[in-house]
């Protein structure tokens, strides 16, 4: 089993629906992220969880909500999308302390399309 | 303003050669990573460095805090290493700053 899984792997959806993104891990890690990735560009923070009580946005919120429902448990929404939110998506975990070797990881990516 | 530059942004080359990526920062961090992206798209973490050099297998990732530049090195490149490599750097806090990548082709 992957450390980092994201469901779905793909999804087409129309502009307007809610749509959720979820992941979770089995790392043991308390930082988890959501990243969007579009061609040409990095990737960027949509949301980042440094614990359960623990919600930051990140530089591109705007239109997203998060929700951490557990330590290993991380989902992304769209109350309604549109299609400037088609996009490739991670979820990553990180782990940063001295010993650490990679640092983060990262789920497979969301493929999202908004039609 | 990405913060983050990397060269080149493509680069093609032979099965077997050398091959350098390079990422500069603005300022000063407290980490940078060396990611690898999949053609199918998945990342994965190959390194996470803050000083001197990391080895792993035919990787190679230096870092010059002074200069504030990486680079990552691929010996006896395969095919297989054709993807797009991605640098990341850390500005103290938690959050990751990423550059465009590098896709890198190896031809057989």
């Known amino acids: 089993d992957a450390d980092v899984t994201q469901t779905p792997r793909n999804r087409i959806t129309k502009t307007g629906k809610r749509i959720m993104l979820e992941c979770s891990q089995t790392?043991?890690?308390?930082?988890m992220y959501w990243y969007r990735q579009d061609p040409g560009l990095g990737l960027r923070l949509i949301y980042y969880?440094?614990?359960?009580?623990?919600?930051n946005k990140g530089e591109i919120s705007d239109g997203y909500s998060v929700s951490r429902q557990a330590q290993a448990k991380f989902s992304l929404s769209l109350e309604s999308a549109i299609p400037n939110q088609t996009a490739l998506y991670f979820c990553?975990?990180?782990?940063?302390?001295?010993?650490?070797?990679?640092?983060?990881?990262f789920g497979s990516g969301t493929r999202l399309t908004v039609v | 303003k990405n913060e983050v530059e990397q060269s080149p942004q493509n680069l093609t080359a032979q099965e077997g050669e050398f091959i350098t990526i390079n990422c500069s920062y603005s300022?000063?961090?407290?980490?940078l990573h060396w990611l690898q992206q999949h053609p199918g798209g998945g990342i994965v973490s190959l390194f996470m460095?803050?000083?001197g050099k990391k080895k792993h297998g035919r990787l190679i990732a230096t870092i010059n805090i002074q200069e504030k530049h990486s680079s990552l090195h691929i010996t006896a490149s395969h095919p297989r290493d054709s993807a797009v490599y991605i640098c990341?750097?850390?500005?103290?806090?938690?959050?990751?700053?990423f550059g465009t990548g590098t896709r890198l082709t190896i031809i057989p």
């Open positions: 990553a975990t990180s782990d940063t302390s001295a010993g650490s070797v990679y640092g983060y990881t």
């Open positions: 790392k043991g890690h308390d930082r």
């Open positions: 969880s440094f614990d359960v009580k623990d919600i």
């Open positions: 300022v000063g961090i407290s980490a």
């Open positions: 460095l803050s000083s």
């Open positions: 990341a750097v850390r500005f103290g806090n938690e959050k990751l700053t």
